[in-house]
């Protein structure tokens, strides 16, 4: 008995330690498999003319070391957000405050839902006429337009087109970007809001909304419209050093939500967002979106080339800017879950881009080619008005260049206005 025992033991340490070694070898030679073909479709040129040796990868249009794979699965499966980062993160300084040290910091955000009549000019009176007499910061102002509002009187100035906190100097200069196609409720309701979200953290800003008013009734073009406005700004001696791409129907719920720009990634703010009047509380979106509130600076759009300008109808746009940020090897950071929150206003949803995913196959290799760089013969400012508290571009984005006046002829007609 003894004898079979010992030859039972004998052969289960040797299988043991036959195991690992077979382990060993069958890994590295899957690993060499492996790494031959993916070394073969990223090395080998893709030949119309000499299809037959590729058969791994066959007849295709292609370019080489491209991976197509489903894009929806792609989309929900992928993240876009830096896996190591810190947010910056400056010491205090009165002569480049950041947001954090603003002593208008009170937490949860205040927002404030106007009634339908409001008008553009009521909002312009609120801030320029009816808040500066506020004394108290707890008193709470009613108006013809809106009921109960708490916003505190917090001491700026307005020159230039833009607005300066007084005593500071802010760390940026903001450009807040808002492309529109009716919805005048929301455009409303978001500039009487975002005025004092933006001043509570002591921020220098303008606000411009770009509106699509031809073709009349086509389907909207959200990246002409913001590839349009800060070629625009780019002509401006504002000196904008931060932009905020931001939906109108988007309203921030928290003051520790800043609105800098970080020196070398995007920042994308809107983590979770809960619809106005709905039980079912905040929704977290995919990891891949970068859609409704992106900042960035001048230098990184750039290098993007911007928007695309092809796409015509709800959806696709933001994600193509995604896959741009991957071509160029960007990530975006992302503030907690618990300040990167917001509420979303009441909107029907635009036409869906049924092209899209054709479009988006070939996102990378258009980046040259299709954006912001291309952007001047394809649309047109028809008309600026200028206030304090806004800048509202109205663009034709399917312009007849022929026709089109020039941005110098605009810019004068702007400054008669002022005048």
Known sequence: MRKIYRRRLYFLLLITSFLPICFLVFNTIIY?????????????????????????????????????????????????????????????????????YSKYLRG????????????????????????????????????SFAENITFENIPYKFQNGMWYPTGVTSIQRTALLVPL???????????????????????????????????????????????????????????????????????????????????????HTTSRVRQLGSTRGYTRYYEFLIGGVLLLSFDIYKTLNGFSNLYWGWGGEDDDLALRLIQQRMCVVRPS?????????????????????????????????????????????????QTSTLTHLKLDVNADTNNSPSLNTITKSLKQQRL
């Open 32 to 100: 060499r498999h492996e790494k031959n073909i993916i070394s073969y479709i990223y090395d080998t040129q893709i030949s119309c003319l000499n299809s037959s040796k590729n058969s791994i990868i066959g007849l295709s249009t292609i370019p080489p070391q491209y991976l197509v794979v489903p894009y929806r699965e792609f989309a929900l499966r992928t993240s876009i957000a830096c896996r190591t980062f810190k947010l910056d993160n400056p010491k205090k300084d009165t002569a480049n405050l950041h947001p954090k």
């Open 181 to 267: 196609q009716g919805r005048e409720y929301n455009a409303k309701t978001f500039l009487l809001n975002m005025h004092a979200f933006l001043r509570r953290q002591q921020l220098t800003y303008t606000i411009i909304f770009i509106e699509q008013i031809s073709p009349n009734g086509h389907r909207f073009n959200k990246g002409r419209l913001f590839n349009s406005a800060i070629h625009y700004l780019q002509k401006q001696t504002l000196n904008i050093t931060c932009l905020i791409l931001h939906d109108v129907d988007l309203i921030p719920e928290d003051d520790g939500n800043f609105y800098t720009c970080e020196r070398n990634y995007p920042k």
């Open 108 to 143: 949860r955000f205040p927002y404030v839902l106007p009634y339908a009549n409001v008008t553009f000019n009521d909002i312009e009176n609120f801030y320029t006429k009816i808040l500066i007499k506020k004394k108290s910061k707890d008193s709470i102002i009613q108006t």
């Open 337 to 385: 879950y618990d300040l990167a929150i917001y509420i979303g206003l009441p909107h029907p949803r635009g036409q869906r881009n049924n092209a899209r995913y054709g479009l988006l196959a070939w996102t990378t290799v258009r980046l040259g080619t299709d954006g912001y760089k291309q952007i001047e013969p394809l649309t047109r400012i028809i008309n600026i008005h």
